[in-house]
Nanobody, 124 residues
Framework: QVQLVESGGGLVQAGGSLRLSCAAS????????MGWFRQIPEKEREFVAA????????YYADSVKGRFTISRDNAKNTVYLQMNSLKPEDSAEYYC?????????????????WGQGTQVTVSS
């Protein structure tokens, strides 16, 4: 069982930065691949980034590549999403998720654990 708690969301101007954190419970965090997804009302959840058990395996949606960086600190049971050069279209509820797969996935259905979300709003 893994419990996830996101933090770090907020209001930022376009071009600014935010760092989201996702703290995980449990002693087996290092064996889970992690992902970040986002969703705006009345739209489907969208893949943002994922990181595998090996920190070298990272994946990004084309819309955030070069601006967002996913990382993990297994000693702190935490995964991060550094978001730079934010745009208004990045505004959404951001969720972190955990999967027992060793390699992160772009597909939400492959994640068995989800956090409650943190809101990111980017003003123009």
């Amino acid at each position: 069982q893994v419990q996830l708690v996101e933090s770090g969301g907020g209001l930022v101007q376009a071009g600014g930065s935010l760092r989201l954190s996702c703290a995980a419970s449990g002693r087996t965090f290092s064996s889970y691949a992690m992902g970040w997804f986002r969703q705006i009302p009345e739209k489907e959840r969208e893949f943002v980034a994922a990181i595998g058990v090996s920190v070298g395996n990272t994946y990004y949606a084309d819309s955030v590549k070069g601006r967002f960086t996913i990382s993990r600190d297994n000693a702190k049971n935490t995964v991060y999403l550094q978001m730079n050069s934010l745009k208004p279209e990045d505004s959404a509820e951001y969720y972190c998720a955990a999967t027992s797969l060793r390699i992160g996935s772009r597909h939400g259905y492959q994640y068995g654990y989800w956090g409650q979300g943190t809101q990111v709003t980017v003003s123009s």
